[in-house]
């Protein structure tokens, strides 16, 4: 993070973010930041584009789980500060591949885009080192899908699980049901960022490491409608993450209209 003199030399005239949280979070950081502008996830917008372009059927039942990776390979890495990290990220993987099993559940694990190989091996290493009692897969793009994996993945999924990667938000873009499994305890790690008052016993927010407690959970999650669950959530949908259909198209718009008054300012 930068130090309060470096804030000083940084600021950003419009800020467009993911929802409602965000204004709070860089507020609450004192940021210098002329104004925001909530408009979801472009990814989340472009995965949208993506699929009508291509003409892609989605099938939003075809897995009842979609598990996302996150991987932590090194102490040096982000977050190095939260020592047990990679522990409960494997958590994460560990119950969710136990509940699958037990319960006959279709699960897709959605692996980060990667590039190169090695990176690759170090997904599959260090989920073997959690997994070792399993048969699983991590889903791995085609080139046709350009990135979108992850995204698609989502939108086919009833339910996506993750420890507290962002992707969790932009899922809600889709209208999709979710659940962060957070045990690392660490008040830098939470749900949906450190600092944004969200209530910790919303439906979509797990922080207890009980096998128990993760079955039941996703269990109930699974059996309740889209209505039933988004009312369980503590707050709006948008103030964790707006629709994004549009995202793309006005993010073009703003920057028609910042080209615009930029060349009537140089005929000025």
């Known amino acids: 993070m930068f130090s309060a003199e470096a804030k000083k030399n940084f600021f ?5 973010c993911y929802g409602e949280c965000d204004k709070i979070f860089y507020k609450n950081k004192k940021a210098n930041i ?11 917008s472009l995965t949208y584009e993506y699929v009508k372009s291509e003409k892609l059927k989605i099938n939003p039942n075809k897995y009842d789980i979609c598990l996302l990776s996150e991987t932590k390979n090194s ?12 522990e409960c990220s494997g958590l994460v993987a560990e119950f969710t591949y136990k ?27 260090f989920y ?26 989502i ?13 969790l938000r932009e899922a809600i873009s889709f209208g999709k049901k979710i659940l962060s499994f957070n045990t690392t305890g660490h008040p830098e790690v939470i749900f949906p960022a450190p600092g944004i008052n969200f209530p910790q016993e919303s439906i979509c927010v797990l922080t207890k ?8 959970r996703v269990l109930k999650i699974l059996s309740m409608t889209n209505e039933e669950y988004f ?9 964790l993450m707006a629709p994004a259909a549009e995202t793309a198209n006005i993010l073009r718009k703003r920057l028609k209209q910042a080209l615009g008054q930029n060349a009537d300012d140089n005929v000025k």
């Open 231 to 239: 009312s369980q959530l503590g707050k709006e949908k948008s103030f």
């Open 99 to 125: 509940l699958c099993k037990k319960h006959n559940l279709n699960i897709v694990f959605a692996g980060k885009p990667q590039t190169r190989d090695i990176d690759i091996n170090r997904e599959i290493y």
């Open 75 to 86: 102490l040096t890495e982000d977050w190095s500060q939260v020592r047990n990290m990679a």
């Open 12 to 16: 950003i005239p419009k800020l467009f």
């Open 128 to 153: 073997k080192h959690f997994l070792k009692n399993y048969d699983f897969k991590i889903f791995q793009s085609p080139n046709k899908l350009k990135g979108h994996q992850s995204y698609v993945n």
């Open 209 to 216: 490491p009980s096998y128990e407690l993760f079955e039941e």
């Open 34 to 44: 002329g104004a925001f502008e909530v408009i979801g996830s472009l990814r989340s």
């Open 155 to 167: 939108m086919q999924s009833k339910l996506t699980i993750a420890l507290w990667s962002t992707i």
